[in-house]
Every structure is written in structure tokens, then in C-alpha cells.
């Protein structure tokens, strides 16, 4: 069983920086991939960034050189760092984990309960 619990969304300003934390309970077999997505009203959720097993960075090109995703292994969380902020950065953002559950063949996709960042101009 793994569960995924996000904190650190709220409001800042244009320009701002803010740090979100993603809680990781339980445990996997094999993890593949681990970072964040975000999703905007009326819109599909997207990729922000994630790691990979080797610990290779995939980033959203709007994000690009602003924000980055660190593991702490012993804390057992997941956190994404933003800086330099934009209106269009708001969204609901997910924590994500994917991996393969003991006893069990296939990848399982893991994602948190969404937590709001709202970016003021």
C-alpha cells in the first residue's frame, strides 16, 4: 500500500518562489518514476516534472530552469521547488509515484490529492 500526501500550496506573488512537499507512506517493489503534475480549470492534467529511475529530470518546457524536483529518501518525501513564479503557473498540483506493488506484474500509477498554488500578478 502507498499513499501519497502533498503540502506547502497557498498564494504568492508574481515572481515568488514556493516549496511543495509531497509525504510518501508504504513502500514498493520497484519505483520507475517520481515527481509532480499539475492541472488548470478546464484543463488536462500535465507533466511538471519528474525523475526516473537513474535519476534523469523530465520538465514541462514552461518550467523549464524554474522549478526541480529533489527526493529525500530517509524523509520519505518528494518535494518540487519553484521559483520565479507566473499567473500561468496556477493550478491544482498531484504528487506522483509509479512502480510495481509487491506480488504484483504491472506498473501501478500512485497519485496524491492535489494541492492548490495560486500565483497573483
Known amino acids: 500500500q502507498v499513499q501519497l500526501v502533498e503540502s506547502g500550496g497557498g498564494r504568492v506573488q508574481r515572481g515568488g518562489s514556493l516549496t511543495l512537499s509531497c509525504s510518501v507512506s508504504?513502500?514498493?517493489?520497484?519505483?520507475?518514476?517520481t515527481g509532480w503534475y499539475r492541472q488548470a480549470p478546464g484543463e488536462e492534467r500535465e507533466l511538471v516534472a519528474v525523475?526516473?529511475?537513474?535519476?534523469?529530470?523530465e520538465t514541462h518546457g514552461s518550467v523549464k530552469d524554474r522549478f526541480t524536483v529533489s527526493v529525500d529518501a530517509g524523509k520519505n518525501t518528494i518535494s518540487l521547488h519553484m521559483n520565479n513564479l507566473k499567473p500561468e503557473d496556477t493550478a491544482v498540483y498531484y504528487c506522483y509515484r509509479r512502480g510495481r506493488p509487491y506480488f504484483m506484474a504491472l506498473m501501478t500509477d500512485y497519485w496524491g490529492q492535489g494541492t492548490q498554488v495560486t500565483v497573483s500578478s
Open positions: 508504504g513502500s514498493l517493489f520497484y519505483v520507475d518514476t
Open positions: 525523475l526516473g529511475d537513474g535519476g534523469t529530470l
